[in-house]
């Protein structure tokens, strides 16, 4: 089975601009969470999604958005960009999704790295 | 939401065992936590989770005494490719079919010394 994919790996923006990432999870896997991970803030959680609808959400401002398709591709969208959004995105697909509560396994991509300038 | 705290940093031997703990003073009834390796430039990798008491698998075991404020993992024997980043995560159902918070420690940075 093929693991979870990102695109793209790397990503340079200048603040201000917009970027969208893809993820696309593992074959039969419905839900596809996001995280952000930076040396500061270590990992963080930014919201779920399952079945095309956002189930759960982190405390990240709305400049995050995301969306996922019939074929539970998702995309992550960042609008407006500030330096402190540079960071590498991690995007993590599961079954069901319920991974937290019944023993469940999410399964990470390598992640898109951003450098905002 | 649950605040975890673990070591930023362990040095152990290779053949030792290893525990490495995460404190969740204000975790809840329902709340479930789970243990996370990283590699760099790779995504986490799922180790072990439980609720209570001790859970066992092929690669770790993971303590969690009654109170359940703080949790272990155990890793035995480690070997060089060990080295890694341990994330501790606590994950609270909420209200709404699979609606959850999760909050994630800031990670123990693991040197396993030859």
């Known amino acids: 089975k093929a693991g979870v994919t990102q695109t793209p790996r790397y990503l340079i923006k200048t603040r201000g601009q917009q970027v969208t990432l893809s993820c696309s999870p593992i074959s039969g896997h419905r839900s596809v969470s996001w995280y952000q991970q930076t040396p500061g803030q270590g990992l963080q959680f930014l919201f779920e999604?399952?079945?095309?609808?956002?189930?759960n959400k982190g405390n990240f401002p709305g400049r995050f958005s995301g969306r996922q398709f019939s074929n539970s591709r998702s995309e992550m969208n960042v609008s407006t960009l500030e330096l402190g959004d540079s960071a590498l995105y991690l995007c993590?697909?599961?079954?069901?999704?319920?991974?937290?509560?019944?023993?469940?396994?999410?399964?990470f991509g390598p992640g898109t790295r951003l450098l905002v300038l | 939401l649950a605040k975890t705290t673990q070591p930023i940093s362990m040095d152990s031997y290779e053949g030792q065992e290893v525990n490495i703990t995460c404190s969740h003073n204000?975790?809840?009834?329902?709340?479930?936590i789970t243990w996370y390796q990283q590699f760099p430039s790779q995504g986490p990798r799922f180790i072990i989770q439980?609720?209570?008491t001790k859970v066992t698998n092929e690669v770790a075991s993971l303590f969690i005494p009654a109170d359940r404020k703080s949790s272990t993992l155990s890793l035995p024997r480690v070997s060089l490719s060990d080295t890694a980043v341990y994330y501790c995560l606590v994950g609270r159902p909420t209200s709404g079919a699979g609606s959850y918070q999760l909050t994630f420690g800031k990670g123990t940075k693991l040197s396993v010394i030859p």
């Open positions: 439980g609720y209570k």
């Open positions: 999604y399952f079945s095309e609808t956002q189930r």
């Open positions: 204000n975790i809840a009834t329902n709340d479930y």
């Open positions: 993590a697909s599961s079954s069901t999704g319920a991974g937290f509560m019944f023993g469940e396994t999410q399964y």
